[in-house]
């Protein structure tokens, strides 16, 4: 997880990317599906900074 993730945002990565192993993905296409669907989450609850271009 990114650093300055909360303890919530953590048991969300776990408990996604245990689900997907638990369909038969492997673990690191797991942890990359999980990290991707919490960031996602975290964007839209605006808790990461805006992505300056």
């Known amino acids: 997880m990114p650093a ?3 303890k ?3 048991r969300q990565y776990e408990h ?3 689900g997907y192993q ?3 993905v492997s ?4 942890e990359e599906r999980a ?3 919490v960031n996602k989450e975290r ?3 605006g808790e990461t900074k805006d992505k300056k271009s």
Do not use: M
């Open 4 to 6: 300055g993730s909360s």
């Open 8 to 10: 919530k945002r953590e």
């Open 16 to 18: 996604i990317k245990e």
């Open 22 to 24: 638990e369909k038969g």
């Open 27 to 30: 673990k690191d296409e797991a």
């Open 35 to 37: 990290a991707r669907t």
């Open 43 to 45: 964007r839209e609850a």
